[in-house]
Every structure is written in structure tokens, then in C-alpha cells.
């Protein structure tokens, strides 16, 4: 069952994302003030909305779990790890959405923005910890230490949210999870961006699967290797 | 706790002392740091004078890292983390000793790089008490930072390249608070200086408190 629903969820969230794209580009009309730029706003929010909140968090949860001792279980780890991995990803692509939407608008491919700073220290934040993955040690105390880091790199995450707020600089404030919760996009152009989401969520909960499948397999070769390992020093050992 | 707070940073600074690692090594790559903006921004007063509060708060940061190396070093043999942990030290007073020593060695540090933007880029401060309040949080804010990244980047070979990777952008909000109360520090006055001062506490207050708390479950093995 579970398998049935990993192979669905893949051509799932990619006929989701072609829908997305094609009501982006074609069924929605362009914005009074934008024109045709404001398409971007199918892809970029979306994209932020999974790499900050459902990636990060994801991460900072599944570190959490790992740390209290009655639910730590290297599944958390895993988890957090492919979180990250993916997350990070996403930070990428919504860092390049967001600089092809600044070019003509505010005239730059960067700016010194609060929200573009944070979110670019956010990135890097947890490319240090993908780098604290890569160094060699006892698999507990690896997961651990690794626990600890995505703990502190999600500090940031508040920060990215609450920094068009607190500075004022010049990316726009929300436009959906705004703080009175009264969103500012209507019509077919809602839709389209709520279809995003979903599409994007979906594409990143898939992303995140294979990859928590690809380190369990990874895991149980390592075992199957070291045993193997073990039995042929063994069998050297033996006078035949 | 305290006790063995004083016992450990009482070692590590006098393992410092005798070494004369951070007399030899770390001090004089601070002073090439400041030369060598120096150097890139050319001889221009008007140009040094600006950029001197960005320059001293990266040759300080850069600086920590080395510290930080060298702090994390200490701890680094399986005998000394045998030893401390037979000798029933409490790991939250062990954080506290490598912080508190770590703090007197920037804070040195701090005096060093002052005198040298004074020197070398002609800066005149109006604002002492917001340039020593800021430079002492700093120090507290960094070494805390440096003492909980060291732990986390363990006794690998890649500690080296792994440690600044780690430890900077964590450091990036004391580098924008330092530069901002600098700022301040050279207006008449103080500016909004102490606002940004603020922010320097907040974040010692807080990286301390998680060192506290989370140093001996990086220590375990």
C-alpha cells in the first residue's frame, strides 16, 4: 500500500506542477501594476513556502524527536537529513526565482534586503550542516551533533518571516499569511497559487522519500558490506 | 558548576601563556588582517576612517576562528576528555571555563585591533562606553559561539575547514550588531548605539545559555 502510494506520488505532483504551470502562463491575466511578471508568483512563494517552512521545519521537528530520548530513533535522523538535503534545494531555487523577478523590477539581480540576507544566511546556515553530515563519526554521535545544528540554523526561519516586518526593506510584506489573514490575491490567480503550494509540497514530500529510501538502502549496504568484510577475515583465519 | 568553570579556563589560559600560540600566531595574523584591507582600500583617510568599524569587526571574526581552533584543540586528545570526565566535571562548568577563557583572549584581542584602527586608519572615538560595552558582549557572545562549534564539529581532520563554515553566518548577526555600535561609537554622542548594543546582549545571553544546556550532550560519545 505504502509503496503504491510512493509510486502515485511522483507523476502525481508532476502532473500538479505542469497544471500549475500551464494556468500560470496561460489561464491567469496579467497583473494591473506587474503585467506579465507577476506569473513568477506561481512559482517563487511556493518555493519559499516549502524550503523555509515545510523543509526547515520539517528538519528542526524531526531534530527535536531525535534529541528527547523517548522518541529518538535514527529514522529521525534520516529524515531531518533528507529534510535538509532537499530544503536546501528549494532555498536555492527560490533565491534564483526571486533574483529573475528583482532584475526587472527593482532594477538588480541582488539587493542587501533583510528578507533576501536572512534567507540567503539560511541557506548557508544549513549547507553547514550538510557538510557536519559528511564528517566521519559514530553514526549516534553524528546524528546528535547534527540535531543540534539544525536546531540553531532554525532560528533563523523566524527571522526570514518576521524580517519584511521588523526592517521594512523593499521585498513586499505577505501576501497570503499576512498578519490580519486577509489575503490580497483573488480569483483564478488565488487558485493558481494555492495549486502551487500543494503541487510544490507534494514534489518536495516525494523529493524527500526517495531520499530518506536511498539512505536506509545506503545504511543496510554499509551493514551488509562490514559483515561481509568480518566473514572474509574470518574465513583467512581458519587453516583449511 | 562555577568551581570548575575558574579550574578549567585557569588551565586553558594557562596552557595559553605557556604556549604563546595566541602571541605568536593568532595576534600577529589580526594586525596582517587589518594591513592587508588597508592595503586593498588604499591610503585615502576619508576611505579608511569609513570602513575602519567593517574592518576591525572581520579581522576580529577571522581571528575567532583561530581561537576557536585552538580552544577546540585542548579538548581535542581521547586522554584530556578521559581525564575531565574522571575528574567528575560538571560539562556545563567546562563550557563556562573555555568560554570565560576564550572571552579574556578576544577581549585582548579587542584592545590589540582598537589601538591598531586608531593607529593605522586615523579613527576618533567619541563613544567609549559603547565601543568597551560592545567589544566585551562581543567577546562573550563569540567564544560561546566558538565553544558550542567546536564541540559540534567533533575531532575530525576536517575541523579545520568545517569549524568557520559552521561558525560565521551564526556570527553574522554580532559582525552586523559590532559594525552598527562601531558606527555609533564614532558619532558624537553615541547615535543608536545602544540599541545595537542590545542585540550583542541578547545574543551572548542566548548562545550561552544553549552552551549550558547542550554542551554535555555534544561532549557524550
Known amino acids: 500500500m505504502r509503496q503504491r502510494l510512493y509510486k502515485a506520488l511522483g507523476p502525481v505532483a508532476f502532473v500538479l506542477v505542469l497544471l500549475t504551470v500551464w494556468l500560470g502562463l496561460f489561464v491567469t491575466p496579467p497583473d494591473v501594476d506587474q503585467g506579465e511578471l507577476v506569473r513568477l508568483v506561481y512559482i517563487h512563494p511556493a518555493l519559499a513556502w516549502v524550503a523555509l517552512y515545510v523543509a526547515f521545519g520539517m528538519a528542526a521537528l524531526c531534530s527535536v524527536l531525535y534529541l528527547w530520548p523517548r522518541t529518538r530513533s535514527m529514522v529521525f535522523d534520516y529524515l531531518a537529513a533528507a529534510a535538509v538535503e532537499v530544503g536546501v534545494v528549494f532555498t536555492i531555487l527560490t533565491l534564483i526565482t526571486g533574483s529573475i523577478w528583482g532584475r526587472p523590477t527593482w532594477g538588480v539581480w541582488w539587493t542587501w534586503d533583510a528578507r533576501l540576507t536572512s534567507t540567503a544566511l539560511l541557506g548557508v546556515l544549513f549547507l553547514g550542516y550538510l557538510a557536519l553530515r559528511r564528517v566521519p563519526a559514530d553514526p549516534h554521535v553524528r546524528a546528535r551533533r547534527c540535531a543540534v545544528a539544525a536546531l540553531f540554523a532554525a532560528v533563523d526561519v523566524p527571522i526570514v518571516h518576521f524580517s519584511v516586518l521588523w526592517w521594512q526593506t523593499l521585498h513586499q510584506g505577505a501576501t497570503v499569511l499576512n498578519s490580519n489573514l486577509t489575503p490580497t490575491i483573488h480569483g483564478s490567480m488565488a487558485w493558481t497559487l494555492l495549486l502551487s503550494f500543494v503541487a510544490f509540497t507534494l514534489v518536495f514530500v516525494w523529493m524527500v522519500i526517495a531520499r530518506y529510501r536511498i539512505e536506509v538502502i545506503r545504511v543496510a549496504g554499509q551493514d551488509v558490506a562490514l559483515e561481509a568484510a568480518i566473514a572474509s577475515r574470518r574465513a583467512e583465519g581458519v587453516p583449511s | ?221
Open chain 2, 1 to 221: 558548576m562555577w568551581r570548575d568553570a575558574w579550574l578549567v579556563a585557569g588551565r586553558d589560559l594557562r596552557i595559553e601563556a605557556r604556549s604563546r600560540v595566541a602571541l605568536w600566531q593568532v595576534l600577529p595574523f589580526a594586525i596582517l588582517v587589518l594591513f592587508l584591507f588597508a592595503f586593498s582600500f588604499g591610503p585615502q583617510r576619508s576611505q579608511l576612517v569609513s570602513s575602519a568599524p567593517g574592518l576591525f569587526w572581520l579581522a576580529l571574526l577571522f581571528s575567532t576562528v583561530l581561537f576557536a581552533q585552538r580552544s577546540r584543540a585542548l579538548e581535542g586528545s581521547p586522554a584530556t576528555r578521559e581525564s575531565t570526565r574522571l575528574l567528575g566535571l560538571d560539562p556545563a562548568g567546562v563550557f563556562l571555563g573555555k568560554m570565560m577563557a576564550l572571552s579574556v583572549e578576544l577581549v585582548l584581542l579587542e584592545i590589540l585591533l582598537t589601538l591598531g584602527v586608531i593607529f593605522l586608519f586615523h579613527v576618533v572615538v567619541m563613544s567609549w562606553l559603547i565601543l568597551v560595552s560592545s567589544c566585551l558582549l562581543a567577546a562573550l557572545g563569540l567564544s560561546a559561539v566558538s565553544v558550542l562549534y567546536g564541540a559540534l564539529s567533533g575531532e575530525s581532520r576536517m575541523r579545520a575547514t568545517l569549524l568557520p563554515v559552521l561558525m560565521l553566518p551564526i556570527a553574522a548577526p554580532v559582525l552586523i550588531a559590532g559594525v552598527r555600535s562601531f558606527q555609533a561609537a564614532l558619532e558624537q554622542g553615541g547615535g543608536l548605539g545602544g540599541r545595537w548594543v542590545g542585540v550583542l546582549a541578547v545574543f551572548s545571553v542566548v548562545y550561552s545559555a544553549l552552551g549550558i544546556g547542550l554542551y554535555g550532550a555534544l561532549e557524550e560519545n
